[in-house]
C-alpha cells in the first residue's frame, strides 16, 4: 500500500483540484531528472540538476558518470519530496495524507471520509509559545 500526500490550493472548499503524491521512488524523476522536472513546473530544482549536470560534463568520463548516477539517485528517492516542497512555494497546502493500492483507490478513501476539506486546506494556526524553554517567566 502507498501513502499520499494531498495538496490542494486554500480557498479550493471542495479539493477538486487536489494533487495526490506517492510516497516513494520516483521512476519519472530517476530517468529523465531536470526535464521531469520542468514538466512538473518546479524551475528551482530544474536548473540546479540542469548545472549539476553541466558542470559533470566538464569533468572525466568516470567521476562524469558517478556524478550524473547520483543525482540521478538523489532524484528518484526524493523527487516527490521536492514536487511538494515546490507545491508549497505555489501556495499549495497539505490537507491530509491517505494510503492506497492504487491512486483511485486512495482517493475514494480521502473523498468517502466525508470530512470537510475547506477545513483541512486552511489549518487554523497553533497557538505561539514566545517563552524560549520557559526560563525567563511569564510576561503579565
Request: aromatic share 12%.
Amino acid at each position: 500500500m502507498t501513502t499520499y500526500s494531498i495538496y490542494a490550493k486554500p480557498n479550493d472548499a471542495m479539493a477538486a483540484e487536489a494533487i495526490f503524491l506517492p510516497d516513494g521512488f520516483s521512476w519519472g524523476a530517476f530517468v529523465f531528472t531536470w526535464v521531469w522536472a520542468l514538466w512538473n513546473r518546479m524551475w528551482i530544482v530544474a536548473v540546479l540538476v540542469a548545472s549539476v549536470m553541466f558542470i559533470a560534463s566538464a569533468l572525466p568520463a568516470v567521476p562524469q558518470f558517478l556524478l550524473a548516477l547520483g543525482v540521478n539517485i538523489l532524484m528518484g528517492l526524493h523527487g516527490n519530496d521536492l514536487l511538494g516542497w515546490s507545491l508549497t512555494r505555489r501556495k499549495y497546502a497539505e490537507i491530509g495524507l491517505s494510503n492506497g493500492g492504487s491512486l483511485e483507490e486512495a482517493e475514494l478513501r480521502f473523498y468517502a471520509e466525508g470530512t470537510d476539506a475547506a477545513a483541512k486546506a486552511s489549518p487554523s494556526p497553533l497557538p505561539v509559545n514566545h517563552d524560549v524553554l520557559g526560563l525567563f517567566g511569564h510576561k503579565s
